[in-house]
C-alpha cells in the first residue's frame, strides 16, 4: 500500500464523519424544535408536520449549499493542492459530535418524554398525542430529507466534475 492511498482513505473517512456530524447536529435541532411544540401545548396537527419537515429540510439544503459553495469555490482555484494530513483537532471534534450528540439527543427526548407523561397538569394533552406515530413522522422526515439532500449533492458534484475537466 501507498501513503497516498492511505492519506486518501483517511480523508474519505474524515468527510464522512463530517457527514455523520452534519446529520447528528440536523437530528439534535429537529427534536429540539419537536420538543418546543409539545411544551407550547400546540396540536400535533399537518400544520406542525409540515413546519417540522420544512424546518428539516431547509436544515439539510443549508449544509448541502455549504458544502457545495466550499467545493466549488475550491475547484475553481488553478492551484489548489489538497492538505496532505487530515487536521487532527478537527477530525476529533466531528468524531466526538458524531458519536455522542446523536445518542445524547435520543437520551434527552425520551427523558422529556418521560416528564411530561408524569406531570400531571399535561395528561390531557399528552394522551391526546399519538407519540409513536409522530416519533415515526420524525423519523421518516429526517430520513427522506437526508438522502435526499446527499442525492443533490452527488449529482452537483458529478455536474462540477464535468464542467471542471471541460475547462
Same mark, same amino acid.
Given at each position: 500500500?501507498?501513503?497516498? =492511498? ?16 452534519i ?15 409539545? #411544551? ?18 431547509? =436544515? ?8 457545495a ?14 492538505? &496532505? ?15 455522542v ?11 422529556k $418524554? #418521560? ?20 416519533? &415515526?413522522?420524525?423519523t ?16 452537483? $458534484? ?10
Amino acid at each position: 500500500m501507498t501513503t497516498s =492511498l492511505i492519506k486518501k482513505t483517511l480523508w474519505i473517512i474524515y468527510g464522512t464523519v463530517a457527514l455523520i456530524a452534519i446529520d447528528s447536529i440536523i437530528t439534535a435541532i429537529v427534536y429540539y424544535l419537536f420538543h418546543l411544540t409539545i #411544551e407550547n401545548n400546540y396540536q400535533f396537527s399537518s400544520k406542525i408536520k409540515s413546519y417540522l419537515f420544512i424546518a428539516t429540510l431547509s =436544515l439539510y439544503v443549508l449544509s448541502a449549499c455549504i458544502i457545495a459553495f466550499w467545493v466549488t469555490k475550491k475547484s475553481r482555484l488553478k492551484h489548489y493542492k489538497s492538505k &496532505e494530513n487530515i487536521p487532527l483537532t478537527s477530525f476529533l471534534a466531528l468524531l466526538i459530535s458524531a458519536i455522542v450528540v446523536k445518542p445524547f439527543t435520543f437520551y434527552r427526548s425520551d427523558k422529556k $418524554l #418521560e416528564s411530561a407523561l408524569n406531570d400531571m397538569s399535561n395528561t390531557d394533552y399528552i394522551s391526546s398525542l399519538n407519540l409513536s406515530s409522530i416519533s &415515526e413522522f420524525i423519523t421518516n422526515t429526517i430520513y427522506i430529507c437526508k438522502w435526499s439532500t446527499i442525492i443533490l449533492l452527488v449529482l452537483y $458534484l458529478f455536474i462540477l466534475n464535468r464542467y471542471v475537466k471541460k475547462h
